[in-house]
């Protein structure tokens, strides 16, 4: 019925006159031009943590449908494809999130928290996994919410765990450098030490023939010792 109906507009379509031709090609253009823009802002307004929620994917959703999601809104929201200035923006949401969702660790990640969410809001409600409550469109909406609060609390554990990784880093850096600036200054100190070798040698031997020349007296050259007279005894 749908494949006659569309027969019938194109043969309508067709039949029309130039100018009514060209205003629905018009109207048509606007109309794709409508969907391209009502997309970006939608990406763009989508939780950026949550792939699934920028692909507009419900979770646990098959690779298969990750990939043809993927190409149906890239195709559609290509920057060269569109006059939206937002375009290259939402394209590189949307790739973004496609990478992450066919990176099985990342996925992993996001599907635990997402079942973490789930259960945290079981809980609070006292519900069970077969309440009807799970099933309406208010607890699709909490567990949204939920799921929002658990990824941003495991985003700004990740980046207190990268900080500390990196002052950790950053002190043992450090560490480093002040083992090998106590080895420069020992390996210049002993090479000083051996740069004065021959002088402190020299030093040496003058201060200890400076030392000979003091107790041997004349016999070093110094001056002579004057001998004292024997004094005859009167009468």
């Known amino acids: 019925m749908a494949t006659k109906d569309a027969q019938d ?6 039949d029309a006159p130039v ?18 823009d009502a997309e970006i802002d939608r990406i763009l307004k989508a939780f950026r943590l949550d792939a699934y929620a920028v692909l507009g994917l419900k979770p646990g959703v098959p690779e298969s449908d990750i990939k043809a999601a993927y190409r149906k809104k890239s195709l559609l929201i290509h920057p060269d494809k569109t006059k939206n200035p937002l375009a290259p923006e939402a394209f590189d949401r949307l790739k973004k999130a496609q990478t992450e969702l066919m990176d099985e660790k990342h996925r992993l990640t996001l599907d635990e928290a997402i079942a973490d969410a ?20 208010d607890f699709s909406r909490k567990w949204a919410d939920k799921t929002k609060f658990v990824l941003i609390e495991n985003e700004q554990r990740r ?3 990268v900080k500390g990784q990196m002052q950790e880093e950053g002190r043992e850096q450090r560490r480093q450098d002040e083992e ?11 090479e000083d030490w051996e740069a004065t070798r021959d002088q402190r040698i020299s030093s040496w031997r003058q201060f200890q ?3 000979k020349v003091a107790a041997g007296g004349d016999e070093a050259g110094g001056p002579e010792r004057k001998k004292k007279k024997k004094l005859k005894p009167i009468g």
């Open 19 to 36: 100018d009514t031709r060209d205003a629905l090609e018009v109207l048509e253009s606007e109309a794709k031009e409508w969907d391209k």
């Open 209 to 211: 023939k400076g030392g």
């Open 180 to 190: 090998v600036e106590q080895r420069r200054r020992k390996r210049q100190h002993e």
């Open 118 to 137: 789930r259960m945290l809001l079981i809980r609070e409600h006292k519900w069970t996994v077969d309440s009807p409550e799970l099933k309406t469109d």
């Open 159 to 161: 980046r207190r765990q």
């Open 9 to 14: 507009a194109q043969d309508a379509q067709d």
